[in-house]
């Protein structure tokens, strides 16, 4: 019998959840557009430049057809948020009629500035989302997951019945996973946390204390909880898993990519340079664009995100950045 699951996506994160559902018994297919990739998974059980050290179960199936792969009813979406939109204009025609997606990328559209539900809608139509869409989330490095670390994150769906699917899908002895209907600010959390983690990398490059990186997670999920509540988003999602928990790990922990973005600008290097180094994607750089635009539509005020894209995009000092957020008016917390 053909698995009824497949991850579209073998980076890290991807391969990792691919690996999650094989522990739990379930056959998956691991769809990559490289390859030579696939290859070097399905002859040695371990990826060739990622999760170094983990064995890739044998339920695992690698491919590179992605005919293959659609023609399992519940799909795991681990490619880039920003090439969400291709990918699925191009092979929306492949989705089953009864198939749902798991998005497990995190961003905004850096042209739109559309959550990835948006854009899902832009494509699929109304009601693909409140019937068929998902969002995995959660303080969850992938090389920790893959390792069987004991780890925890939430699936969120406005469909209760398509959360909790998901949910017994991946769950197990070292995964466990929490439902939530609130999937606008679970994308929101998702997205926006990484571009305090590239805030609270700078604050570490430039050699600040923990008072200053304290500071930016704090007021960075103030700002989190603004920008999610003017659009519909429960104020419960930003203090949970989905929030503060992904919010603290990404900002705080060695493997984030964003929060190492940030530590390097911090010194001194430059972000083109930086960017045209890095291997993997730092989803923050056009998240933090879209969060500014989309910010402005909204009326919000997110003055730790304004500072970081005048860094990024302008050139900016980022010890100006932090003297500029540290002078700003003086007011009562909120």
Known sequence: ????????????????????????????????????????IDESRQHPTRLPGIKIPADVIPTADLDEAMSATFVVHAIPAQQTRGFWQDHQHLLKSDGVILLAAKGLERDTGLRLDEVFTEIFGDGFVDQRLAALSGPTFATEVAAGIPSVALVAARDHRLATAFQGLLAGPTFRIYTSTDLTGVEIAGAVKNVFAIAAGVSDGIGLGLNTRAAIVTRGLAEMIRFGEAQGAELQTFCGLAGVGDLLLTATGDLSRNRTLGKRIGAGEKVDDILADMTQVAEGVPTTASTIARAEELGVELPIVEQVGEILFDGKDPEQAVFDLMTRTLKKEG
């Open 1 to 40: 019998m053909k698995p009824d699951v497949a991850v579209i996506g073998a980076g890290s994160f991807g391969t990792c959840l691919a690996c999650v559902l094989a522990r739990t018994g379930t056959d998956v297919y691991l769809w990559g557009r490289d390859a030579d990739v696939i290859h070097e």
